[in-house]
């Protein structure tokens, strides 16, 4: 019994398994089609700001993968942070932007993040605005 048990844990340990995996077929996998962005900036600095003044950038992104990129979600880390994003796919090639919106409430330093999920190989990318309201 104990050289059974042996036998089973050296076929473990040496990936035995492996004879039983199976190919998905995925077309994408198999032509090494992916999909990218490339981000123009990733952190935007306001600088000073007047309190009680919303300001925006536009993160702008290119898809520079090969596959359709979509935008899964856009997440602020505050409520004082207002997003809007392409909800269509981008194609391969096209520029697009996501525009984070702060509004500067309360004076002092702010350090917000946003953080973008999407299909690419970079499947969770984190956005950062900041500044001083003043």
Same mark, same amino acid.
């Given at each position: 019994?104990?050289?059974?048990?042996?036998?089973?844990?050296?076929?473990?340990?040496?990936? &035995?398994?492996?004879?039983?995996?199976?190919?998905? &077929?995925?077309?994408?996998?198999?032509?090494?089609?992916?999909?990218?962005?490339?981000?123009?900036?990733?952190?935007?600095?306001?600088?000073?700001?007047?309190?009680?003044?919303?300001?925006?950038?536009?993160?702008?992104?290119?898809?520079? &993968?090969?596959?359709?990129?979509?935008?899964?979600?856009?997440?602020?880390?505050?409520?004082?942070?207002?997003?809007?994003?392409?909800?269509?796919?981008?194609?391969?090639?096209?520029?697009?932007?996501?525009?984070?919106?702060?509004?500067?409430?309360?004076?002092?330093?702010?350090?917000?993040?946003?953080?973008?999920?999407?299909?690419?190989?970079?499947?969770?990318?984190?956005?950062?605005?900041?500044?001083?309201?003043?």
């Amino acid at each position: 019994m104990k050289k059974f048990a042996v036998i089973i844990v050296i076929f473990l340990l040496t990936g &035995g398994f492996s004879c039983f995996a199976q190919d998905s &077929g995925s077309p994408a996998m198999a032509s090494g089609d992916v999909t990218k962005v490339t981000w123009e900036t990733n952190e935007h600095d306001f600088g000073i700001i007047e309190q009680g003044t919303p300001v925006s950038y536009d993160f702008t992104f290119t898809n520079s &993968g090969s596959e359709p990129l979509i935008i899964t979600n856009v997440k602020a880390s505050c409520g004082c942070t207002a997003t809007n994003y392409p909800k269509d796919p981008i194609q391969p090639g096209e520029l697009a932007s996501i525009t984070a919106t702060y509004n500067a409430k309360a004076k002092g330093i702010f350090n917000k993040s946003i953080t973008v999920y999407t299909n690419s190989d970079e499947s969770v990318k984190m956005l950062r605005i900041k500044g001083t309201v003043q």
